[in-house]
């Protein structure tokens, strides 16, 4: 049918903005960012029917039965793109990857998501995210195998003056906000160099449409500032890795699902459910919450080093009221606040795809709700300092100790491809397949500094 | 109680009260005796003569109390019958004016004297609500004496008794329904004026201010309902700065909520500007230029469709004109746009969804038939046609049905039906909102509602069903018609009777069709005017049903395909007298052929070479498959009436084949039809193709071994079978599956082998020949080559040396290669004995040692590797790909091999049977078997849906994204194509999964 009201805003704008440039952007199914860029003229095409591009060529879209695929501009997703603020303009808008009868194509992630979400309303829920999300700033450009340096000797919370951190977090706030992105907190996080960002509640579409673009303006305002920002979970052997905590709850309407006045916790049924069903399923959604090899070093990195120390990375599938070692954490509750009740899932990276690891953490904690899970004890302990016996016998259980074994638990999944669809799960079990086996192949310094001399 | 009887025999009051249609005659007598007024016997007569006598009577008793001068009125009800008429018929139908009766009593008077039979013009509608607000109607912006609520209570009080004296003429029929929604119109533009007068006096800022209301939808096209949100837009004039810009929309919102607050005299209704440009969003008072800037580059298709109904209705008037000189140019020039086509197409799936709202059985204007398919049709067409023609573009549905009606766009019974159906709905939807002033669309559910409807739609017998059947069959009505409405016209375009009606001109017929989702409109209408042109029959009947089928093609996936085929099939049959019967007496044949023309190259195919196999479509009886032993008595007996014949034996052995492969044509139309039609499981199609495949090869092995005892003068010395083998043994045949077999012979006792041999070989030659005759059906191929030695073997072997060979040479895939071997054909006893020679090694004793497992596993394994066509994806291959029919079937007779010998259910050559068997054994669990089953299944039913669809057989998911995609997807019930895909993919994920586990023995 005809443009709707949101689509004629978006062609009114780049009128009175005279931006010459708009840049459609979508999501590979790793979650890397993907643009294409068309001049306003074409834009009304590409309301109606999308622009055309060969699939074949995106990570995960190659369905070699369709390579033809069209990208659909949502234009409530508009946004003028402040790093290039100089006339004439550049704005952005985040796609739908159609098929080309017009149907929604299975392949994209955004629609993997919209599909979880759909599925949340069918059940009268609305799903709500806050990440926090972490990174590091280092020195220069980045190089292959070379040792990265910090930008910063700074710890938790410290306040460097003048330093580049400071002058970073301004900049990138300030750009975060002219896009529409509102920033709870940010502070230096405990690693040299490290940030953490927290971006407000929203619902999880949104949330994770803004976490690409957060993503991005990192990268744009480091750049600017002549340093680096990387995602990577785990940078440094001797530093934490960088994680993206994620505080969540389902709300019915105006009314907080997961808040009920008097229960344990304050925490509804629904809740406990729902952090059953997190629980539960863990380990088969580990795959996509931590998808790189690198992100195990990150879950795993810390035990040894930290144990009792309280490392910020969870690696064991238990929950706990404000227990920053478990995996959940219901965080304590303030009074007069019902409406802020949630839980938080801690072992999500931030170089995850966002709307892949929304959707299958919704998808697990719909699956308790829906199974009417029964939640298990609470942990009270510091889990990293109980020792593996006394873990056995609470029955914590780890999560997948590297991609592997987080393959292995994927493919026995049967909740996984009803989240992700047939193809995305298909997909991304050969990438990350291929991914591992690549990686085993490789001889690594460790290897050479510890046997070369003695072997 | 008991009541007396009075002496003149006269029956009680109440009595009466209940036979003149009091429901609660108690009630009324009651009230009667406690009021103070007098009621004499003519009135209380009168009020049962109202639509709801309960009601009217309550109201009057209530406004005589309230009265000042009872007497007066009481009076003027005895001496003129005619306001008693216009105020009993008042109060039986609407409480809301009963009580605004009560309120003000002396309104009566408007139901009385010749005004009140007079229509007011909507210049003295205004004169008089700017009036009661206390502005100078002669003013060019009148400024309102009253203002809050003072103002707005006089507007209502006043708005009400115009309402009244309106009520008066229209329950008594003096005014026409046209007339009466035009009259609310006007009314409710009189309102706004006095509404915007109050607005102007409450907003001292925005004098000398400029502003025009424009009214949209139902008021703008005046045909407004008695309560419904009044649709505007507001206008300012050019050159006012920020700070005038912002009084006008003071002023604007002044008018929006003088209308609505609700005071002690209750609310008029909305006003609703949500159709300005930009919506709830955009400013609520823009200027001409912005309004006129707006539309030249932003406003949309449908924005230009609102527009159409645009029109000044209060405020400034020629700054109102101006606006409408400077929007109405763009609107038709919209309709030319690119997007026209798919508006087109989104509207109409909107009208033909019609998707059911809550309480849909009791909805006027949303239920199928209702008051929303009458405007959306006749929308509709005007968008379709009235870029063209200026003729046809009213804002008043009534009007513009009358005017496409008269241009041809429309058949004209079409027309008047829906017109009249409209006016049916509105007037029962206008005594709907009467009642209390409500804006609803519902019809009442309880009695006394739907009572009080039929009566006051003079419906006096039986009010309720009276009413109900007519709400029905009208409704119904509007169902059929709105269906033809669209295609109807195409034939008059192209009919060459004598113009009685101005009709379609081609390229309006041409537009027509491609909005309709036809490809070459000009083919499309040239198919048109043979179908329906001339005088014949055949002509006549096919006009009366292309309407109806144009619109079954138009919603299948390939309309042009469909409309060809049904010409050839009227060209081959045309003036057949059963054809022509059936094509009018029988609904479903012909959307039955409408569905299979335009989805279906292998149907229509078929249906084509014999078209008289249309009778079949008629019935799901017909349709469903023959039972072998009726195809094979029919298909033998041809073969033996020919062979009877004396001609040369080359000849009646061609002919004979012939009428069998006409017959397997016939019986392969009837299983894809009833496949198509979802009237068939797998299962059963694959055993009629089975046997339909059986019952040809059948009849050609005899035809051939009569050929051959005729040239050998003499019995044939040896007897002779064919095994089926592959999907064929396995009674799972495909539509283009070739068909596997053997041929065994068995020398009769005495005979010479060599001769038997050469005669063997001679009717296996002649069979293979008969079938591949060059013929336009489908051929039936005969594949050997699983024989013993493959291509290098003889064709034909004796039984004995079949024994020979498998019990020195035979490797493990020719022993599982049996296991789907099932000697169908030929003679009975070889067939047993056949079976007993291979049951020992199909079967073994005892299973099949690791080494064969390993060996068939390894084989498997290879194949996956090297069987696939190049730079194909094995995930999309159906048959060989990871969960396709291969993986399944080596499961199941892996299984077979192992354990058959024991578990005798497992010594079956389908496929499904031994999953089932193995499931009984407890070979297999109940999870594994449904996934192996479950892909087993929607992957022969995806072959099945490629073949019938694109009539050329193919192991991969169709690949292209135009129609062959999208018609599969259709053909096989799914939404979308990639609900298609996932479900396959899910399905061969679990069936793969199991076959990794069961087939490879891989624990994960």
Not at chain 1, 27 to 38: C, N, P, Y
Not at chain 2, 275 to 281: A, F, K, T, V
Not at chain 2, 816 to 840: H, K, N, S, T
Request: net charge negative; glycine share 8%; charged share 25%.
């Amino acid at each position: 049918m005809a443009l709707d009201r949101q689509q004629e805003f978006v062609l009114r704008t780049l009128e009175e903005r005279d931006i010459r440039f708009i840049r459609l952007w979508f999501t590979d199914v790793l979650g890397f960012l993907k643009s294409v860029a068309v001049a306003p003229a074409e834009l009304e095409g590409a309301f109606a029917e999308g622009i055309g591009f060969d699939g074949s060529a995106i990570q995960g879209f190659a369905r070699v039965y369709e390579a033809d695929m069209l990208a659909k501009p949502d234009p409530s997703t508009f946004q003028v793109l402040p790093w290039r603020a100089e006339s004439p303009g550049v704005a952005r808008m985040f796609c739908d990857i159609l098929m080309p009868d017009g149907t929604p194509s299975f392949a994209d992630p955004r629609y993997v998501l919209k599909r979880a979400l759909g599925k949340a309303a069918d059940l009268g829920f609305t799903f709500y995210t806050h990440p926090e999300v972490e990174f590091f700033l280092l020195k220069g450009q980045p190089e292959d195998g070379r040792e990265p340096e910090p930008v910063d000797q700074g710890g938790y919370f410290d306040h460097t003056p003048h330093s580049t951190a400071h002058d970073f977090r301004r900049n990138a706030i300030m750009m975060l906000e002219s896009m529409g992105i509102s920033v709870e907190y940010s502070h230096h996080e405990g690693a040299p160099g490290q940030q953490e960002i927290d971006l407000r509640y929203a619902d999880a579409l949104t949330t994770a449409d803004n976490i690409m673009t957060f993503r991005l303006i990192m990268k744009e305002v480091a750049l600017e500032q002549g340093v680096w920002a990387s995602f990577m979970p785990k940078p440094f052997t001797e530093y934490p890795g960088s994680g993206m905590h994620t505080h969540m709850s389902l709300f019915e309407g105006d009314r907080n699902a997961f808040y009920e006045p008097g229960a344990e916790f304050q925490l509804s049924k629904v809740g406990r459910a729902f952090i059953a069903g997190l629980l539960r399923h863990a380990p088969e959604i580990t795959a996509v919450c931590n998808q790189w090899v690198n992100s195990y070093k990150r879950l795993w990195g810390g035990v040894g080093a930290s144990a009792g120390a309280g490392g910020e990375a969870p690696s064991y599938v238990c929950w706990g009221h404000n227990n920053r070692s478990a995996l959940i954490r219901v965080p304590m509750y303030k009074p007069q606040k019902g409406h802020a009740t949630r839980i938080e899932f801690r072992s999500l990276d931030t170089a995850c795809n966002p709307y892949l690891a929304f959707a299958a953490i919704l998808g697990a904690g719909l699956k308790g709700i829906e199974q009417g899970y029964e939640l298990p004890a609470g942990a009270e302990d510091d889990v990293w300092a109980l020792t593996s016996a006394e873990r056995r016998v609470l029955g914590i259980e780890p999560l997948p100790q590297s991609l592997d074994e987080a393959i292995q638990a994927m493919e026995r999944s049967e909740l996984l491809p009803e989240i992700l669809g047939e193809h995305v799960y298909d997909f991304f079990l050969r990438n990350k397949r291929a991914e591992w086996e690549d990686y085993r192949r490789q001889v690594t310094d460790y290897e050479r500094k510890r046997l070369i001399s003695v072997l | 109680m008991s009541e007396p009887w009075s002496a003149d025999r006269r029956p009680s009051l109440i009595g009466r009260l209940a036979r003149l249609g009091f429901t609660d005659a108690t009630r009324a007598q009651r009230l009667l005796a406690d009021s103070e007024a007098d009621v004499g016997d003519t009135l209380i007569d009168a009020l049962g003569g109202t639509a709801d006598p309960d009601l009217a009577l309550s109201g009057l008793l209530m406004l005589l109390e309230r009265s000042q001068e009872p007497t007066e009125l009481l009076n003027a009800l005895d001496d003129d019958l005619d306001v008693q008429e216009r105020l009993l018929t008042v109060l039986g139908v609407s409480t809301a004016l009963a009580e605004h009766l009560a309120r003000h009593p002396d309104h009566w008077r408007v139901l009385a004297g010749p005004e009140a039979l007079h229509r007011p013009t909507g210049r003295s509608l205004r004169e008089s609500l700017l009036t009661s607000v206390g502005a100078d109607p002669a003013d060019v912006a009148p400024v309102a004496g009253l203002t809050g609520m003072d103002g707005q209570v006089a507007l209502r009080v006043a708005y009400r008794r115009r309402l009244l004296h309106l009520a008066g003429r229209d329950l008594t029929g003096v005014a026409a329904l046209g007339e009466v929604a035009a009259e609310l119109a006007d009314l409710a533009a009189a309102a706004l004026e006095a509404g915007l007068a109050i607005a102007r006096a409450e907003t001292p800022e925005a004098t000398g201010c400029k502003l025009a209301i424009i009214g949209m939808g139902k008021c703008g096209g005046r045909e407004l309902n008695y309560v419904s949100d009044v649709d505007v837009i507001f206008v300012a004039e050019d050159g006012l700065d920020d700070a005038a810009l912002r009084a006008a929309a003071k002023l604007a919102a002044g008018v929006m909520r003088v209308c609505s607050a609700s005071t002690p005299e209750g609310s008029l209704w909305e006003v609703d500007a949500a159709l300005r440009p930009e919506g709830r969003s955009g400013p609520l008072v823009r200027t001409l230029a912005s309004h006129r800037a707006y539309y030249e580059r932003w406003a949309k298709t449908w924005e230009f469709q609102a527009l159409l109904k645009a029109r000044p209705v209060a405020g400034d008037p020629e700054l109102g004109q101006a606006y409408l000189d400077a929007v109405m140019p763009m609107v038709w020039k919209a309709a030319a746009g690119e997007s026209f086509v798919e508006d087109v197409q989104a509207m109409r799936r909107r009208v033909e969804a019609n998707v059911a709202p809550a309480e849909a059985e009791r909805q006027l204007k949303l239920a199928p038939g209702g008051l929303r398919d009458v405007e959306f049709s006749v929308q509709l067409l005007q968008l379709v046609h009235g870029r063209a023609d200026d003729g046809i573009r009213s804002s008043n549905t009534l009007e513009a049905l009358a005017e496409l009606s008269q241009g041809g766009y429309v058949g004209r019974d079409d027309a008047a039906a829906l017109a009249s159906a409209y006016r049916f709905l509105r007037r029962v939807e206008h005594l709907l909102q009467l009642y209390r002033l409500r804006r609803t669309h519902l019809v009442p559910d309880d009695e006394e509602g739907l009572r009080r409807l039929g009566r006051a739609l003079g419906l006096r017998t039986d009010p309720i069903g009276e009413f109900t059947a007519l709400w029905r069959r009208h409704a119904r009505g509007v169902r059929r018609i709105h269906e033809k409405l669209f295609y109807r016209p195409l034939l008059l375009a192209v009919a060459r009777l004598p113009g009685e009606e101005t009709r379609l001109t081609p390229e309006a017929a041409r537009a027509r069709l491609t909005a309709l989702g036809f490809n070459d409109p000009a083919g499309a209408l040239r198919h048109i005017e043979a179908l329906s042109s001339g005088m014949s029959r055949r002509a006549a009947i096919q006009r009366t049903l292309l309407p109806v089928m144009l619109g079954w093609f138009a919603d299948a996936p390939d309309p042009d395909a469909g409309l060809l085929g049904f010409r050839q099939v009227s060209d081959t049959l045309g003036s057949t007298p059963w054809y022509l019967r059936l094509l009018r007496d029988e609904v479903t044949v012909a959307e039955r052929m409408a569905r299979l023309l335009a989805s279906s190259r292998y149907l229509t195919d078929l249906l084509l070479r014999a078209p008289e196999a249309v009778t079949m479509l008629g019935s799901n009886a017909e349709l469903a498959p023959r039972s072998y032993d009726l195809l094979s008595a029919e298909a033998l007996a041809a073969v033996q009436r020919r062979a009877d014949d004396d001609r040369r034996p080359h000849e009646s052995a061609e002919e004979a084949v012939g009428a069998v492969r006409a017959l397997r044509r016939r019986e392969l139309l009837r299983v894809g039809v009833s496949d198509l039609l979802g009237l068939a499981d797998v299962r059963t199609v694959g055993e009629a193709l089975t046997d339909i495949a059986t019952v040809t090869i059948e009849a050609a092995l005899q035809t051939a071994i009569n050929k051959i005892e005729t040239e050998r003068r003499g019995p044939l010395p040896t007897r002779f079978a064919v095994v089926a083998m592959g999907r064929f043994g396995g009674h799972e045949l495909g539509y283009g599956s070739d068909a596997d077999v053997m041929f065994v012979h068995d020398p009769l006792p005495g005979t010479d082998e060599r001769d038997a041999q050469l005669a063997a070989h001679a009717v296996a030659e002649e069979l293979r020949r008969l079938l591949a005759l060059p013929a336009p059906d489908p051929a039936l191929m005969i594949d050997p080559n699983l024989r013993p030695e493959g291509r290098q073997g003889p064709l034909v072997r004796t039984l004995a040396s079949y024994a020979a060979y498998y019990q020195r040479w035979s490797a493990s895939w020719e022993s599982q290669a049996l296991l789907r071997a099932d000697p169908l054909i030929g003679d009975p006893v070889l067939a047993v004995r056949f079976r007993e020679m291979i049951d020992p090694i199909r079967w073994p004793e005892d299973g099949i040692d690791e080494t064969t497992v390993r060996d068939i596993r390894r084989l498997k394994a290879r194949m996956e590797a090297e069987r696939l066509p190049r730079g194909v994806d094995p995930r999309v291959h159906i048959k060989l790909g990871p969960g396709g029919l291969s993986d399944v079937e080596w499961v199941a007779q892996l299984l077979q091999l192992q354990h058959a010998h024991a578990v005798p259910g497992l010594r079956t050559t389908r496929t499904l049977a031994a999953l089932d068997a193995a499931v009984q054994a407890g070979l297999l669990t109940v999870a594994d078997a449904t996934a192996l089953g479950d892909a087993w299944q929607l992957a022969t039913r995806l072959r099945g849906a490629i073949m019938l669809v694109r009539g050329r057989p193919s192991d991969l998911l169709p690949t292209d994204h135009h129609r062959d995609r999208t018609a599969v997807t259709r053909v096989l019930g799914y939404s979308a194509t990639g609900a298609m895909l996932e479900d396959w993919r899910r399905c061969a994920r679990r069936a793969r999964a199991v076959t990794e586990r069961v087939f490879y023995g891989s624990v994960s």
